[in-house]
């Protein structure tokens, strides 16, 4: 009788354990969703007709193709502030090329310094293109 008590108490335990590890994944997923939902909410109000995005269905990251030739330039010599924020695209590409798009991350900023690095991008782009306008060229 003994042994079927402690098969029982491990039963529960290992249930409490897994829907302890249930509820933990749950807050993760809102603990991410929260972060992607304010990136976007931030997106739509800072880079609304400057940039491209979609919504990710899953992850951690936003892709965004900015309005750039090479966001690899533009990151290192205009937005080094927003390093931790975007990753160049082209550093994802087996070939080096320079790309337009650059992987956002928002796993990892809280709510205020996602808004803050997605406003600072804005700003940087805008000054970026008016530079450009003003050269008359790329």
Same mark, same amino acid.
């Given at each position: 009788?003994?042994?079927?008590? !402690?098969?029982?108490? !491990? ?8 829907? /302890? ?5 749950? /807050? ?13 909410? !931030? ?5 609304? /007709?400057?940039?491209? %995005?979609?919504? #990710?269905? @899953?992850?951690?990251?936003? %892709?965004?193709?900015? #309005?750039?030739?090479? @966001? ?11 390093? *931790? ?16 798009? @650059? ?18 991008? *804005? ?12 050269? /008359?060229?790329?």
């Amino acid at each position: 009788s003994s042994s079927s008590s !402690s098969s029982s108490s !491990s039963s529960s335990s290992s249930s409490s354990s897994y829907d /302890g590890f249930v509820q933990h994944c749950g /807050g993760i997923v809102d603990f991410y969703r929260e972060r992607k939902d304010a990136f976007l909410q !931030s997106a739509d109000r800072h880079l609304s /007709g400057l940039c491209e %995005w979609r919504a #990710p269905s @899953a992850g951690m990251f936003v %892709w965004i193709k900015l #309005p750039v030739d090479d @966001a690899d330039l533009f990151i290192k010599t205009k937005a080094r502030d927003a390093k *931790g924020l975007l990753v160049p695209g082209q550093s994802f590409d087996p070939h080096d090329r320079p790309s337009p798009y @650059a992987r956002a991350a928002f796993s990892t900023a809280s709510l205020d310094d996602i808004d803050t690095a997605v406003k600072r991008l *804005g700003r940087l782009l805008r000054e970026h293109l008016e530079e450009v306008e003003k050269s /008359g060229g790329n």
